[in-house]
């Protein structure tokens, strides 16, 4: 049996089934980035709530495992040598995920290096951008009569699609065959469509490849499934 009580999260946390990897997380794009991953994959685990609606991301017991107090954040205890590992950031832990399964990030170096570049496009650009978009047309930024910074991230945004809908012009998937990069990149993309209701905004119908690649996402089964985990109260 898997000892995690060294591990302060466990406190509030308390985990039933300690031999598994332990995620603990919000249905938001980045939070179903793993348990998507975990779904697909089929690693054994057991999900956690940690509710903004409590402030959960700023106890101790969070901050303990996520000093950024940001889901998603894991703990594996089967890690590295067979010992327990924690992990924040969702693209790190996509990473660590498809390297310990040997499941959907490429063995060939320049294909994992490509793979890569477009995690990184999702976490450095998509990520920051749509959720400045979502701030500023879903919530507080409607009551702001300077329309100036919300069509800053329109602008931004509706490129980094386009950037997606070139890309995806010759291809099923991101890399061709399904990958962590998708995985990243469709959840963001769902919600800005959906969530934050800003698809009429961007012009999301001049993106065809987008949608089609979207709508394929969001029909998998591992993705239905992780979409709703952790399930909310």
Do not use: C
């Not at 946390?13 to 980035?33: C, F, I, M």
């Not at 590992?85 to 060939?108: N, P």
């Not at 809908?165 to 469709?186: C, K, N, P, Q």
């Amino acid at each position: 049996m898997s000892d995690l009580s060294t591990f302060l999260i466990n406190a509030k946390w308390p985990a039933q089934h300690p031999e598994r990897l332990q995620l603990y997380s919000l249905p938001t794009p980045n939070g179903v980035k793993v348990s998507i991953m975990l779904e697909e994959i089929g690693l054994a685990y057991e999900p956690h709530l940690v509710s903004f609606e409590t402030n959960d991301q700023m106890s101790p017991e969070f901050l303990s495992l996520n000093p950024n107090n940001k889901i998603p954040a894991i703990i594996d205890p089967a890690g590295p040598g067979g010992k327990p590992l924690a992990l924040f950031e969702s693209g790190a832990i996509l990473v660590y995920l498809a390297e310990k399964s040997g499941q959907l990030l490429s063995a060939d170096a320049a294909e994992r290096y490509q793979t890569l570049q477009w995690l990184m496009f999702q976490m450095g650009g998509i990520g920051p951008m749509f959720g400045q978009l979502g701030f500023f047309h879903k919530f507080a930024g409607k009551e702001y009569e300077d329309k100036r910074p919300r069509d800053r991230y329109v602008t931004e945004s509706r490129r980094l699609v386009g950037v997606l809908d070139r890309h995806l012009a010759e291809r099923e998937w991101v890399m061709g065959a399904y990958s962590i990069a998708d995985i990243a990149i469709f959840p963001w993309v769902r919600n800005l469509v959906g969530f934050y209701g800003a698809g009429e905004l961007i012009g999301f119908q001049d993106f065809p490849n987008v949608a089609r690649v979207l709508a394929t996402f969001v029909a998998r089964p591992a993705v239905i499934k992780g979409l709703a985990i952790p399930a909310r109260g």
